[in-house]
């Protein structure tokens, strides 16, 4: 029993994590058209590097094969006020994120176009941990004010269940650039990741090459841009793809442990099933068919499979 559930155990629990991880769709709409936006920078030799806001603009602004692309940085801020003090991992996104991704908010609303203007930006929208965690679900949080880095924001949306994007984000404000972050002067001022939704059915290989067409152009006009291109990196791929070799690896691993642990049992029964020869002479003797015979060797190894599924399971779960 100890042998079936390990090896059950092992192969349950490793599959769950690739079929979490690799094989289920990302929760968003249409998931396979979400791509990351790189700077590939080749001066460095980094091929998914940030980039600045007026290259943002001219990807989003000149592409032919996006719907959309949302700029979007991480940050920490300091929530005060509520309880104990907490520092909350945030993004400050483009108007157009959670539209571009396909996620409405649970409760209130996203952010509008004049909250993109410096000023006017003091506005964040909650994850649904954060809002349970801290504000114990409270539905009356909505358009009031809260305590940020020491600074006033209003609350004016609440996520969905679920939704951390990028990953661990509890918390979303307003992208809003100044004068200075869109001129020329900071084309080399790299803090931007950038996400976009391809049109539908075009592939990634059409989005790249339209982008290198429009990176190109950014090289005519500004030369000092030289080296730096574009790489399109579906968001499954850029999020799994670090951990996808070793995941695979793992999975053959534990097969194996299964194969093993098969093997195991079946030497085992067969090395019971020679010591009772004599058992089931006996009982043959006294008139047992051979059909009843088997029936009962049948239940014995069903209960010892049910057995050792079930605490294979259970080795599963915790795993």
């Known amino acids: 029993v100890l042998t079936l559930a ?48 007026p290259n943002f603009m001219d990807w989003r602004d000149r592409n032919k094969t996006f719907q959309g692309m949302s700029g979007m940085t991480s940050d920490t801020y300091n929530l005060t006020g509520v309880g104990e003090p907490e520092e909350i991992s945030a993004a400050t996104v483009s108007i157009n994120f959670f539209q571009l991704i396909g996620v409405n908010p649970m409760l209130g609303r996203v952010f509008t176009a004049e909250e993109e203007q410096p000023g006017r930006d003091k506005v964040v929208v909650l994850s649904h941990s954060l809002w349970q965690r801290r504000f114990g679900g409270d539905p009356g949080i909505l358009n009031k004010t809260i305590s940020l880095s020491d600074e006033p924001y209003v609350v004016v949306g609440i996520m969905p269940p679920g939704f951390q994007f990028p990953e661990k984000t509890e918390m979303w ?46 090289e005519k006009q500004f030369p000092d841009m030289a080296g730096y291109g574009v790489n399109v990196v579906p968001v499954l791929e850029n999020t799994v793809g670090p951990i996808r070799k070793a995941l695979m690896i793992l999975f053959v691993a534990v097969v194996f442990v299964l194969l093993i642990a098969c093997a195991n049992v079946a030497n085992l029964l067969l090395a019971r099933a020679t010591v009772r020869q004599r058992e089931v002479a006996v009982r043959a003797a006294l008139g047992a068919g051979r059909w009843r015979i088997v029936r009962q060797l049948l239940i014995e190894s069903i209960l010892l499979a049910v057995l050792g599924g079930a605490l294979g399971v259970l080795l599963a779960w915790w795993a």
């Open 173 to 218: 404000g307003p992208l809003a650039p100044d004068e200075g972050m869109r001129s020329d002067k900071a084309r080399f001022g790299f803090f931007l990741p950038v996400v976009g939704r391809l049109k539908p059915d075009v592939t990634r290989a059409q989005a790249q090459a339209d982008l290198d067409v429009v990176a190109g152009q950014i």
């Open 6 to 53: 390990l090896g059950i155990g092992a192969n349950t629990a490793i599959f769950s994590a690739i079929n979490g991880v690799l094989l289920s769709a990302l929760p968003y709409p249409h998931p396979e058209q979400l791509a990351m936006v790189w700077c590939d920078n080749r001066r460095q030799g980094i091929p998914d590097d940030i980039t600045s806001y």
